[in-house]
């Protein structure tokens, strides 16, 4: 674990270089770029706690790195593997990843389903896709005991209830600490429903 001073000092850094990357290509939407501290930086963070304690973990659709890059700024140690199938994200993510000297990052440049990730103890996707949409990659990537994080806003009743339809699944609520319209899910033992 990294002591908080350089924890910090490397968020900066990685803030600094997707604002300076972010004037060429698109990875956060303008209006959010004023508030990134709280509305990227601080709302991928507390993901962290929530993630079991070892194992490699894979962000889906990371684009910026949220929030795969962040996590692996405060957990360092742990094997990272950033899915993003934009080719000009994925370059972002790889210069981001050496700059910030994270070892234990890989990207993926690639769709997901077409990755070869090992066997993950987390899976995470953040204003990616609709949750029906991402559990398929859950139970393809998970080892057995391993968890989906799934931060979502408003819509998340509605995309637990159309995810029921079709799938089965242990939840947990987080409140997010960056949002008062926001949750964050985690996931475990998902299956398909047996037609």
């Keep these: 674990m990294k002591h908080g001073l350089e924890t910090t000092e490397?968020?900066?850094?990685?803030?600094?270089?997707?604002?300076r990357w972010n004037a060429r290509i698109n990875l956060i939407s303008?209006?959010?770029?004023?508030?990134?501290?709280?509305?990227?930086?601080?709302d991928c963070a507390q993901l962290g706690?929530?993630?079991p304690g070892e194992g490699p973990v894979a962000d889906i659709g990371s684009g910026a790195g949220l929030p795969g890059m962040v996590l692996a700024i405060v957990q360092p140690d742990r094997a990272f593997h950033l899915v993003e199938s934009d080719k000009r994200?994925?370059?972002?993510?790889?210069?981001?990843?050496?700059?910030l000297k994270l070892p234990m990052v890989r990207v993926h440049?690639?769709?997901?389903?077409?990755?070869?990730?090992?066997?993950?103890?987390a899976i995470t996707a953040r204003a990616c896709a609709p949750l029906a949409s991402l559990l398929p990659y859950a139970v393809k990537f998970?080892?057995?005991?391993?968890?989906?994080?799934?931060?979502?806003?408003?819509?998340?009743?509605?995309?637990?209830?159309?995810?029921?339809?079709?799938?089965?699944?242990?939840?947990?609520?987080?409140?997010?600490?960056?949002?008062?319209?926001a949750t964050?899910?985690?996931?475990?033992?998902i299956h398909r429903v047996q037609p």
Excluded: M
């Design 109 to 121: 440049a690639c769709r997901a389903e077409n990755a070869k990730l090992p066997a993950l103890s």
């Design 30 to 42: 303008g209006e959010t770029a004023t508030e990134i501290d709280q509305r990227h930086i601080a």
């Design 49 to 51: 706690p929530l993630l």
């Design 89 to 99: 994200k994925a370059a972002f993510l790889v210069e981001a990843s050496a700059q």
């Design 142 to 181: 998970l080892a057995p005991g391993g968890v989906a994080l799934f931060p979502k806003g408003k819509t998340a009743e509605k995309e637990l209830t159309e995810a029921a339809l079709d799938w089965h699944f242990t939840l947990e609520h987080f409140p997010s600490a960056t949002s008062p319209e």
């Design 10 to 19: 490397q968020l900066a850094a990685y803030r600094s270089l997707l604002l």
């Design 184 to 189: 964050i899910l985690r996931l475990s033992n």
